[in-house]
């Protein structure tokens, strides 16, 4: 067996799983701009493929269908606006207020700067089918638990701080949500005022 043989086919130096992945990439990113422009719903397979540059064949190699493709899309964002929003927190050790606002404020600046991310994060995901709602319910209670001692009521019940922390959470969802449909009309601080 030739050494090509035992590691899969290389082209242009390239694995077959390497460019499985890249494909995959590309047709994660493609998405996002389909859902961007039209909504998860008026998106079809044809168009990210199009807009991909690849046929449907590669599709189904990584999705079995649109619903799929979408759960890939919105973990994809919400790892990309939790890593960044995190890593702003991150500046401000030991002060919990000021680590709350500089989450907030860099969710929001990314919110505003990548649209179709939004859509697909806030918008089209309680739409998409029961699955993708409770996937955003998963968001809500890990974004709830990212700020274990900081829950603004004199309680000291865990299990109602817990409750506390996750209704303020989707309180912050759902301010961005109408921030995102006002055309991102009003000033950050403005919005981060009603949650700080």
């Avoid at 494909?23 to 397979?45: E, K, P």
């Avoid at 739409?127 to 319910?137: G, H, K, N, W, Y």
């Avoid at 019940?157 to 922390?165: K, L, Q, S, Y």
């Avoid at 995102?180 to 000033?187: M, S």
Wanted: aromatic letters at 10%.
């Amino acid at each position: 067996m030739t050494r090509n043989n035992a590691l899969g086919r290389q082209y242009a130096g390239k694995s077959d799983e390497d460019r499985k992945i890249a494909r995959r990439t590309v047709l994660l990113d493609a998405a996002i701009l389909v859902y961007g422009d039209v909504g998860y719903h008026r998106a079809t397979v044809r168009q990210i493929c199009k807009r991909a540059g690849l046929t449907a064949r590669y599709f189904y190699e990584s999705f079995s269908d649109g619903e799929d493709l979408f759960a890939a899309c919105y973990d994809h964002v919400v790892e990309v606006f939790l890593s960044k929003a995190l890593d702003a927190a991150r500046a401000f050790p030991g002060d919990k207020k000021k680590q709350i606002l500089a989450f907030h404020r860099t969710y929001f600046s990314e919110l505003r700067e990548q649209p179709a991310l939004a859509r697909v994060f806030l918008m089209d995901v309680a739409s998409v089918s029961p699955r993708m709602r409770q996937r955003f319910e998963q968001s809500v209670n890990a974004i709830s638990g990212l700020f274990p001692g900081h829950v603004p009521v004199a309680q000291v019940d865990e299990e109602i701080g817990e409750f506390v922390r996750r209704a303020l959470a989707a309180g912050a969802l759902q301010i961005a949500r109408r921030w995102v449909e006002d055309n991102y009309h009003t000033p950050v601080d403005s919005r981060l005022a009603a949650i700080v």
